[in-house]
């Protein structure tokens, strides 16, 4: 194992504004970067490069193989012993939460954030994040904008308010955005001590989503840095952006059923709810849009039945024109199409009765 190379902060570049005393002691603080790797072999060499070309050089960079098969082991290694600053770590294949939870366990750093391999970040990302001044408490940093990239287009999404922020405030803004991304935050390392605050390992679509609610409802603020410096890359073969199967609707139902038992305040509720009409709309197109016999979804149907009187009351379950065309393309689905149309209709009768006393 090699370990972290001492380095000089000399030569960093000065701010113009007078640092406070944190700002000081966190110039001095080691930052752990946690990247799970995952036949990535295409993107991951711009990914390192870019972590390691940061301005912030008081780093580590733990490179967590998940049993890849496209050579993406290899490159680990290669670049391992390029820059002593790197460790590796092989698993086998046991899905993206582990690899970031092995991270979180081997990780020596004052603070520690996460990039997925296919990503990269300015070089300037990580101290416009860690010379942020949190005061005393807030252990959470996020980035205010992420931008996307999708091909040769770049688009940057504003998420948040820069400044301190109410944490359950902000997890509802993310949640309303679909952009509860783990890796735009920096968190220092003391949330993580004694085995505490872990992804799990169970789910593989929606755990960024259970693992930020749990976190933010620790902490009653997060500082929010003004900065646009993470590039999250859109592909069809990233986890991200993953059809939907079996397993994606059970993690869905099971994130959408967890938000709901755990909400408290009437604004968990509603993000809630609204997040559930979400992976309703979500579970319906792409049954439609996949031809998925209406058998082979009992599950899926049972849960959204269950769903709907709330779903009906808080929000909707709208039927765009490309929902229609998704569904009354298929045989299979043009059935469940037209009874959810009539289940729309009866539910909505029955909230107007039993909640709106219409």
């Not at 012993?81 to 004052?110: K, P």
């Not at 379950?317 to 469940?336: N, V």
């Amino acid at each position: 194992m090699r370990g972290t190379r001492n380095t000089k902060l000399d030569s960093l570049p000065p701010f113009q504004t007078p640092r406070s005393e944190e700002q000081t002691r966190n110039k001095d603080s080691l930052i752990s970067v946690i990247v799970p790797v995952y036949n990535v072999a295409p993107y991951l060499q711009k990914c390192v490069t870019s972590i390691l070309c940061q301005t912030y050089t008081h780093l580590e960079l733990i490179l967590v193989d998940d049993g890849s098969t496209d050579g993406s082991s290899e490159l680990c290694d290669h670049l391992g012993a390029q820059d002593s600053r790197i460790h590796i770590y092989h698993q086998r294949n046991q899905g993206v939460s582990s690899a970031r939870n092995l991270g979180i366990d081997v990780a020596t750093g004052d603070f520690l954030c996460f990039v997925d391999a296919d990503d990269w970040i300015d070089s300037s990302y990580l101290e416009s994040l860690l010379c942020l001044p949190s005061g005393p408490g807030i252990p959470l940093r996020i980035s205010s904008t992420v931008v996307l990239e999708q091909g040769s287009r770049s688009t940057k999404k504003e998420l948040l308010t820069p400044g301190s922020q109410n944490a359950t405030s902000t997890f509802q803004a993310l949640l309303s955005l679909d952009a509860t991304f783990v890796v735009l935050c920096l968190f220092s390392t003391r949330v993580f001590e004694n085995g505490h605050n872990r992804f799990d390992c169970g789910i593989a679509c929606g755990e960024d989503v259970l693992f930020l609610f749990e976190l933010f409802r620790e902490y009653p603020k997060v500082q929010v840095a003004k900065t646009d410096g993470y590039h999250y890359r859109l592909r069809s073969g990233s986890a991200s952006r993953r059809t939907l199967s079996e397993k994606t609707s059970w993690d869905l139902i099971h994130v959408s059923q967890h938000l709901s038992s755990a909400a408290i305040s009437p604004q968990e509720i509603q993000g809630a709810l609204r997040y559930s009409t979400k992976m309703a709309i979500w579970i319906l197109t792409s049954a439609g849009s996949q031809s998925l016999a209406l058998p082979a979804r009992k599950y899926e149907l049972e849960w959204l039945i269950s769903e709907a009187p709330q779903i009906a009351k808080y929000a909707y379950l709208p039927f765009s024109s490309w929902c229609r065309f998704s569904f009354l393309r298929h045989k299979a689905t043009r059935a469940l199409f037209f009874s959810l149309q009539r289940m729309k209709r009866r539910i909505t009768s029955i909230i107007k009765v039993r909640f709106l006393n219409q």
